[in-house]
């Protein structure tokens, strides 16, 4: 079985700039989340989507971040504009399910803003 | 808010012997999941060993066990005859409630096993 693809697998860009980072789930998966690890801390949930519709995102910064879920397969986490603080890795995990099955991650993104 | 802290930033421990990283957490849910996360250098969260707070049974996985206490709400994870591969930084996390998988993790603790 396939895991959970993510690429790229690291990024650098300047402040001001845009990125986007993409996530392919296990094949099956409805359920896909984004998190953020900042250096030092254990990765903070920016969004979760049921198929293609989102179920929480409560802690995504709107006015820079933004995701979608195109077909409630591939997803794709875009920053624009980028700041200092938002380097960090950006991982995606993905389940079969909202509730009661396990999360797996990919290797994620790590993000240098400069 | 839900919390989750470990209160232990580095631990090491002998090849062979055994090792126990501590957590506590925070919830007002009655009905939650708690993990334990291994991630090594290569940044890919992996499940060690998961825990239904419903269960008064403590979760066993090989060499790794888990000490729940749900009134204390603490749960520590004992790894027993400690590899190098079990060197990696460990992450504990809750869910929200029985309907979420969202996670909440810890600052994390770096182990590391010493040949």
């Known amino acids: 079985e396939a895991g959970v693809a993510q690429s790229p697998r690291y990024k650098i860009i300047e402040k001001r700039q845009s990125v986007a980072f993409w996530c392919n789930p296990i094949?099956?998966?409805?359920?896909l989340y984004w998190y953020q690890q900042i250096l030092g801390q254990g990765p903070k949930l920016l969004i979760q989507f049921q198929n293609n519709g989102v179920v929480d995102d409560s802690q995504l910064p709107k006015d820079r971040f933004s995701a979608e879920r195109l077909k409630g397969v591939d997803s794709t986490l875009k920053i624009q504009p980028a700041k200092l603080e938002d380097s960090a890795v950006y991982l995606c995990?993905?389940?079969?399910?909202?509730?009661?099955?396990?999360?797996?991650f990919g290797q994620g993104t790590r993000l240098t803003v400069v | 808010a839900q919390t989750v802290t470990q209160s232990q930033p580095e631990m090491s421990v002998q090849e062979a012997e055994t090792v126990t990283l501590s957590c506590t957490y925070d919830t007002s849910e009655s009905d939650y999941y708690l993990f334990w996360y291994k991630q090594p250098p290569s940044r890919q969260m992996i499940l060690v060993i998961r825990?239904?707070?419903?269960?008064?049974q403590n979760a066993t996985e090989n060499r790794f066990s888990v000490n729940f206490q749900k009134a204390a709400k603490s749960f520590s994870l004992k790894i027993s005859d400690s590899q190098l591969g079990d060197a990696a930084m460990y992450f504990c996390?809750?869910?929200?409630?029985?309907?979420?998988?969202?996670?909440?993790f810890g600052k994390g603790t770096k182990l590391s096993v010493i040949p």
């Open positions: 995990a993905s389940s079969l399910d909202l509730i009661r099955t396990e999360a797996f």
């Open positions: 825990q239904e707070a419903y269960k008064q």
């Open positions: 996390a809750h869910t929200a409630g029985a309907g979420s998988y969202q996670l909440t």
């Open positions: 094949s099956g998966h409805a359920t």
